[in-house]
């Protein structure tokens, strides 16, 4: 993996999108200072500078059909967790690709693709991830760090190293189906509030709040959930549902 880091940035996703046609597969671009640093749904991210990593992997998969790019977003998303889980964080993907301890955020993720009519061109597989900071002043209600988790600092470097790896060998997994299938049942295996109890959530189109039990999700993406008290089963694409704290 070829490394890329910046003093300052307004965002690695759209400095990776600009400089695309300069970049080869699986460079790691990363900013110490990101002044306009993005998350799921044009949510800005926190980071206080020189404490956490923020980074965005620049990927050109082998003949991956469009409809198969959401195994890229579980390839991502495991390896945040593999990569926790070697500092004695034990982590869970909240759908469709935030990372969780518990009920707190330590980890989004932004993937963004170029997709042609019938392969993904690149990826722009962003991730900002909370390593050493110990204080957050945003209104996000649930951030936490894993130097608040294990009471230590971690080397920035050899964080980032331990990431891009767990995630480049799952992206090799991304390019067999089998790999895919594999990749799929332990993203379904890794999943926040998947453990078939009933949890509220919100649907985005009307805002009624129901309690749901996650039965599935399909290796689109989309999450099938079952509405506890009329049974009703609903699939849903990502934005068209939120988990509610």
């Known amino acids: 993996m070829k490394y890329i880091v910046l003093e300052e940035v307004d965002s690695t996703n759209s400095y990776v999108s600009v400089h695309a046609g300069e970049l080869e597969d699986m460079t790691v671009v990363g900013a110490a200072i990101q002044t306009a640093g993005r998350g799921q749904r044009g949510n800005r991210w926190e980071s206080e500078p020189g404490k956490n990593l923020t980074f965005t992997i620049f990927h050109t998969p082998r003949e991956l059909h469009p409809r198969d790019q959401f195994s890229i977003s579980e390839a991502v998303a495991l390896g945040v967790v593999s990569m926790l889980g070697r500092y004695g964080i034990e982590a869970k993907v909240k759908w469709p690709n935030d990372i969780y301890v518990a009920d707190r955020k330590i980890s989004g993720i932004l ?106 999700v399909a290796p689109t993406g989309m999450i099938l959930i079952e509405d506890v008290a009329t049974g009703e089963r609903q699939s849903f694409a990502f934005k068209e549902v939120e988990f509610l704290l």
């Open 111 to 216: 993937i963004e693709h170029s997709v042609g009519s019938d392969r993904v061109i690149h990826s722009r597989l962003g991730v900002g991830l909370n390593v050493n900071q110990l204080e957050f002043k945003s209104d996000a209600p649930n951030p936490v760090s894993m130097v608040q988790l294990t009471g230590s600092e971690t080397e920035l470097s050899e964080a980032l190293a331990a990431v891009c790896e767990e995630v480049r060998l799952n992206l090799e997994r991304v390019s067999t189906e089998a790999g895919r299938r594999e990749l799929h049942g332990e993203f379904r295996d890794n999943l926040w509030r998947g453990d078939g109890g009933a949890w509220p959530f919100r649907r985005r189109e009307d805002g009624r709040r129901f309690d749901g039990r996650i039965i599935d």
